[in-house]
């Protein structure tokens, strides 16, 4: 479904030929390209302008080797234009480290587990590896499973709007995000599972939908449902549920502010923008677990 906002929206439209509308971007300058002027580069597709300009930069051994080897650039289909391959590794990076969990003698969940107070001695040594280690790590097949159906699904849509190295960043900053906000709401606790870093997903494909002019009710709605859904079973058990709802909210938030950024530095020339933004906005999750140590000493 598209809002009115959606079809006025030029961004939506091959900047080559306004009267298509595309949902696929070329990966070097983010603009809007239609199956015609797709062109397969080595990862995802490229428009015409990028492809001349990346000839030019080309060196003499470039292009020894291009004519060597016969390539020669040809147009896709937007349904093929590429796979969310970074979703896939994720999702068997994640299934691999639980299969470890389930041999007797591993160590893995003592090891990734995460300890969310870092700076505090009373609660353990500074262990950083563990903001992102502990996404890989689950308690149960069924937290596995409905994590990777998660992943999966999301990631199929919001991969290929922004490429699988920025689909990447987005999944561990919004992890990292999870894992701080733990650190400062949930002191002592220990938590396990991905799902902060899907809920940051689901934030940044509300705010990238919301800013092409997408209808984005019904992930906001999806958000609201699971974000509300350990305070509901709690009151209906009679008591808290074994949820991490600090996870879910430092993930979102993370995720909104990731992409917000990506949002507002599409243009190429934002390149360095961009990543400058992801870095400080790191810095300053990482910054936060001064925090809890303030609160201790």
Same mark, same amino acid.
């Given at each position: 479904?598209?809002?009115?906002?959606?079809?006025?929206?030029?961004?939506?439209?091959?900047? /080559?030929?306004?009267?298509?509308?595309?949902?696929?971007?070329?990966?070097? !300058?983010?603009? @809007?390209? !239609?199956?015609?002027?797709?062109?397969?580069?080595?990862?995802?597709?490229?428009?015409?302008?990028?492809?001349?300009?990346?000839?030019?930069? +080309?060196?003499?051994?470039?292009? /020894?080797?291009? /004519?060597?080897?016969?390539?020669?650039?040809?147009?896709?289909?937007?349904?093929?234009?590429?796979?969310?391959?970074?979703?896939?590794?994720?999702?068997?990076?994640?299934?691999?480290?639980?299969? @470890?969990?389930?041999?007797?003698?591993?160590?893995?969940?003592?090891?990734?587990?995460?300890?969310?107070?870092? &700076?505090?001695?009373? %609660?353990?040594?500074?262990?950083?590896?563990?903001?992102?280690?502990?996404?890989?790590?689950?308690?149960?097949?069924?937290?596995?499973?409905?994590?990777?159906?998660?992943?999966?699904?999301?990631?199929?849509? &919001?991969?290929?709007?922004?490429?699988?190295?920025?689909?990447?960043?987005?999944?561990?900053?919004?992890?990292?995000?999870?894992?701080?906000?733990?650190?400062?709401?949930?002191? +002592?606790?220990?938590?396990?599972?991905?799902?902060?870093?899907?809920?940051?997903?689901?934030?940044?494909?509300?705010?990238?939908?919301?800013?092409?002019? +997408?209808?984005?009710?019904?992930?906001?709605?999806?958000?609201?449902?699971?974000?509300?859904?350990?305070?509901?079973?709690?009151?209906?058990?009679?008591?808290?549920?074994?949820?991490?709802?600090?996870?879910?909210?430092?993930?979102?938030?993370?995720? !909104? +502010?990731?992409? %917000?950024?990506?949002?507002?530095?599409?243009?190429?020339?934002? /390149?360095?923008?961009?990543?400058?933004?992801?870095?400080?906005? @790191?810095?300053?999750?990482?910054?936060?677990?001064?925090?809890?140590?303030?609160?201790?000493?």
């Amino acid at each position: 479904m598209t809002s009115a906002d959606f079809s006025r929206n030029s961004e939506n439209f091959c900047y /080559r030929h306004p009267d298509r509308q595309s949902f696929v971007l070329c990966q070097r !300058c983010l603009r @809007t390209i !239609c199956p015609e002027c797709q062109i397969q580069a080595p990862v995802g597709v490229i428009c015409p302008e990028c492809l001349r300009d990346q000839q030019k930069s +080309a060196t003499p051994a470039q292009r /020894r080797a291009e /004519r060597r080897w016969g390539s020669r650039p040809t147009a896709v289909a937007a349904p093929t234009m590429h796979k969310p391959l970074a979703t896939y590794w994720l999702i068997g990076i994640t299934v691999v480290a639980y299969l @470890t969990q389930l041999i007797p003698t591993s160590p893995a969940q003592q090891l990734f587990a995460l300890n969310s107070v870092y &700076l505090v001695p009373a %609660f353990g040594h500074f262990e950083p590896w563990r903001l992102l280690t502990v996404l890989f790590v689950h308690s149960g097949f069924l937290h596995i499973a409905l994590n990777m159906l998660a992943l999966w699904m999301i990631g199929r849509i &919001l991969e290929p709007l922004v490429g699988h190295t920025r689909f990447v960043v987005m999944y561990l900053i919004s992890g990292i995000g999870g894992s701080v906000a733990v650190a400062l709401l949930a002191p +002592a606790t220990w938590v396990v599972g991905a799902s902060g870093a899907i809920f940051g997903l689901f934030g940044a494909l509300l705010i990238i939908g919301r800013h092409i002019g +997408a209808n984005v009710t019904s992930i906001a709605v999806i958000i609201g449902i699971n974000f509300a859904f350990p305070f509901v079973a709690g009151l209906l058990a009679g008591g808290s549920v074994n949820i991490s709802w600090q996870a879910h909210l430092g993930g979102l938030i993370a995720g !909104c +502010a990731v992409g %917000f950024i990506y949002a507002r530095t599409r243009a190429v020339r934002q /390149r360095r923008l961009q990543i400058g933004l992801l870095v400080g906005l @790191t810095v300053v999750l990482l910054a936060l677990l001064i925090i809890p140590a303030a609160l201790y000493f």
